[in-house]
């Protein structure tokens, strides 16, 4: 029986679909319905184990994109299809998509950071008239750890797609370098906005980049990760000075925080 | 109303029969069956905290994969010997706990005695976070000669003095020039600036041991973890965290965004006097001065408005 009176109850939602999508990165497909945006995420449970705060994947049907890392995910690497894992959410602020519609959008990520941007794209894949464009720079450490990859080559008819790697291998002909490379010629449009996610150092350097070109830090939002436990502005692991990062973000805009000290 | 100290004992002891009965016992905040346990004479080492957020607190069980709800039988709670400054960091706790079922469940069984302070003890600083008094409470106690005023403010309360029989009330004017001495005695003037440069000591000297913020009564953060039983079952608990640990922001991956004390320490000073005030308007240090009284080396936080 589910004590329905606390916020930390989670339901049981069994995994419809598991898809490795890199050396130790894996999508679970989930059965469940759930009203959310993209940029959100869910806190994800492996009972017995503990919970980690997991950004939603997809829109609209509910996936989670994950790194074996931690005592939590390498407990849901051990679960596949057919099984339960722990669901509460969806928590946090999401990516403004009614704010940023009619503009021309730039999705920039490194690694794991595309599980939410992907999110964005598959909104904006059905709801194509509410934007002027969409380009996406995506920088993974090398081919064979790129997410998402059959998918990525499928948007390239869809949005401006620029991939990057750290290290190439003998199949990689593409660009090679730090996803800011990619920027170096990149001619920015009018009435731009950014959406990025990405690892602490990945951010502040795109964030560089973007504002030489002339974007203003209002015209930046970024996605953040902290430590969450309970997901609800209450255990004070995420916190940033005054901001809760699960219940103010994890969707900033970048003039909100950039002054920030952890 | 005023009570004679001696005809306390026996309502104290009547009550600790029908209720939880929480007193101060010298080091902590402790259930008690009889008035003498009470010792009125110290700052207790351990805030009341646990009595409102207990130290671990089971959120579920689970069993093969299931979620069990941790059903709560709380008998109602008595918790005498709460400082004005216990009652504003109550009234913090209260606010920031808004909406979260576990802690109003057992909030609400709750009945708070206050006891006014008419001194300052070692390492109090009420007067310098303006905590010296509050009305946040269902009954206040002041210690007068051999009597106790008490102020009775709640249903809660009046239901526990409902058969003390005949008392003499505190004529109003007595009340107030009691509270007026008390607020002169403690009051001082001028804003509070926080100045960095002793945290770059306290830095040095800390080890991270965590005291500070396991006494404080407004620290409030916490982990959740799962506890086994067996192979397929056990809890969901939360546990008391500290923020002074590095796996407090620890992340996946092994990233720490807290890795140095100066921004632990940093964290905790400016959380108290500053950040809680930016989203609250209210700073979260009540001054009751228990993480110097704690501290092994001596940190003393409130060197910061020097």
């Known amino acids: 029986m589910k004590n329905t009176s606390s916020s930390y109850d989670v339901e049981m939602v069994e995994i419809k679909e598991a898809v490795d999508e890199a050396l130790d990165i894996r999508t679970f497909v989930l059965d469940k319905k759930m009203d959310f945006r993209p940029g959100q995420f869910v806190m994800v449970s492996a009972l017995g184990i503990g919970d980690a705060a997991i950004s939603l994947s997809s829109y609209p049907d509910v996936q989670i994109t994950f790194r074996r890392v931690g005592n939590v995910t390498n407990a849901l690497f051990r679960r596949g299809v057919g099984d339960k894992i722990g669901i509460r959410g969806p928590y946090g602020k999401p990516y403004p998509t009614e704010e940023v519609k009619g503009r021309n959008i730039i999705l920039v990520s490194g690694g794991c950071g595309l599980a939410p941007i992907r999110s964005f794209v598959r909104y904006f894949l059905n709801n194509k008239g509410e934007f002027r464009s969409v380009s996406l720079f995506f920088g993974a450490r090398n081919p064979s750890m790129m997410l998402y990859k059959d998918e990525i080559l499928s948007w390239k008819d869809q949005l401006n797609l620029n991939l990057t790697v750290d290290q190439a291998d003998s199949s990689w002909k593409g660009n090679v370098g730090l996803v800011t490379s990619l920027m170096d010629s990149y001619q920015l449009p009018e009435n731009a906005v950014a959406m990025f996610c990405g690892p602490p150092f990945m951010i502040k350097s795109v964030s560089e980049a973007l504002s030489k070109k002339g974007l203003s830090d209002d015209n930046m939002i970024v996605s953040l990760e902290r430590n969450m436990k309970c997901g609800v502005g209450k255990c004070g692991h995420c916190t940033i000075e005054e901001k809760f990062v699960c219940l103010d973000g994890p969707v900033f805009r970048w003039s909100e925080i950039k002054h920030l000290h952890d | ?306």
């Open chain 2, 1 to 306: 109303m005023i009570i004679k100290k001696s005809s306390l004992a026996a309502l104290f002891n009547s009550l600790a029969k029908k209720y939880d009965f929480y007193a101060p016992t010298g080091e902590s905040f402790e259930r008690i069956r009889s008035f003498d346990e009470i010792d009125f004479g110290r700052k207790t080492v351990y805030s009341a905290k646990k009595i409102f957020l207990p130290q671990a607190e089971q959120l579920f069980y689970f069993a093969n994969n299931n979620t069990i709800s941790a059903k709560k039988n709380i008998k109602p709670i008595i918790v005498f010997g709460l400082r004005p400054c216990d009652l504003h960091g109550l009234e913090y706790m209260d606010e920031f706990f808004r909406g979260d079922a576990l802690y109003e469940e057992r909030r609400k069984k709750i009945t708070v005695l206050g006891l006014q302070c008419t001194k300052c003890f070692k390492n109090c600083f009420c007067h310098l976070t303006n905590t010296y008094q509050s009305n946040y409470y269902d009954a206040l106690f002041i210690e007068a000669g051999d009597d106790f005023f008490i102020d009775v403010k709640s249903d809660a309360a009046k239901v526990i003095f409902r058969n003390i029989g005949h008392v003499k009330a505190v004529k109003e004017s007595d009340m107030n020039e009691l509270m007026s001495i008390i607020k002169n005695s403690f009051h001082r003037e001028g804003e509070l600036k926080i100045n960095d440069a002793p945290i770059d000591q306290f830095s040095k000297d800390c080890f991270s041991c965590c005291a500070c913020t396991s006494v404080c009564p407004t620290c409030t953060c916490f982990d959740i973890t799962d506890k086994p039983a067996t192979i397929s079952s056990g809890s969901r608990t939360r546990v008391w965290d500290s923020c002074q640990s590095q796996e407090f922001t620890r992340v996946a991956g092994d990233f720490v965004f807290r890795s140095d004390r100066f921004s632990r320490i940093k964290q905790r000073i400016y959380c108290k006097f500053d950040y809680t005030k930016r989203r609250t308007g209210k700073m979260s240090c009540i001054g009751c001065g228990r993480c110097v009284d704690v501290c092994t080396k001596n940190i003393n936080i409130f060197e910061v408005f020097k």
